[in-house]
């Protein structure tokens, strides 16, 4: 057999594709092929990164938290391409403090976008996948949801939920011929770059590969995770983490 990683006759969309790993992951796919769908709340971001909607790409203005523009995000992407067959719930922020001094903003606006968003965009793609009788969802957990961190208490919980959210996906949608999975990234990219210097350079510290990634190291093990030879893979936590989770 021979590993494919063209995806030209796929549509994927891809939620926080403004820049980062989500930038990185849909222009990966983008590359192999793919119809490719970037989401970001960030019009501005979106532009700057991705330009004028072409052949095989759309931008798409949403805020995954928001699930009535998910739907209507997600019913744009099939008017446009006819399918959506991969979706990378990816999008995120931080809104850190020691859980004493947590706002209820900071608490709900990290939940409602991580864990809210995977949930609607998954919600909204899942008919469309049935219908096909295909799916890949691929998911953006974190070593924080699974290891807790400092400030970051609305970050792992949302983080862990996603892991709990994804292995329940897998288990509703096998039969379908859908798959959910998640990666666990580690790159460096502008919330990484929010971290003040001395507690990065202590995370750094704990990566056995001794650095965070560039964003285009996660893309291929997403596209793994979405490619036909994967499909037997399902409720899987991959880390690409340069080993910190070991
Ligand atoms: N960078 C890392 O090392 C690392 C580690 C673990 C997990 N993650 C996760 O990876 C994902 C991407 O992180 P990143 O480092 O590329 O971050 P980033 O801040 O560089 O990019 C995030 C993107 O998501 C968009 N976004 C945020 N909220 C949104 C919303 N409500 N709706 C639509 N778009 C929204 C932003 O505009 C931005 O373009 C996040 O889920 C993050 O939690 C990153």
Known sequence: ???????????????????????????????AGARVAVADWDGDVLARTWGAPSERMLPVVL?????????????SVVDRFGSIDVV???????????????TDDQWRS????HLGGTFHVTRAAIPHM???GFGRIVNVTSFTGMHGNVG??????AKGGIIGFTKSVAKETARFGITANAISPNAATAMVAAIPEE????????VPMGRF????????????????????????VVPVDGGVSM
Not at 7 to 26: D, K, M, P, W, Y
């Open 1 to 31: 057999m021979t590993l494919t990683c063209d995806f030209s006759s796929r549509t994927v969309l891809v939620t926080g594709a403004g820049q980062g790993i989500g930038e990185a992951i849909a222009a990966y796919f983008h590359a």
């Open 130 to 132: 049935r219908a096909a």
């Open 110 to 113: 990290v939940l409602d976008v």
């Open 199 to 206: 507690q990065l350079a202590a995370m750094t510290a704990t």
């Open 213 to 236: 990634a560039e964003p285009s190291e996660m893309a291929a093990a997403v596209a793994f995770l979405a490619s036909d030879e994967a499909g037997y893979i399902t409720g899987a």
């Open 63 to 75: 805020d995954v938290a928001d699930p009535d523009a998910v739907t209507r995000g997600i019913d």
């Open 152 to 157: 970051q208490s609305n970050y792992a919980a």
């Open 88 to 102: 990378v719930n990816n999008a995120g922020i931080a809104r850190d403090a020691v859980v004493w001094k947590m």
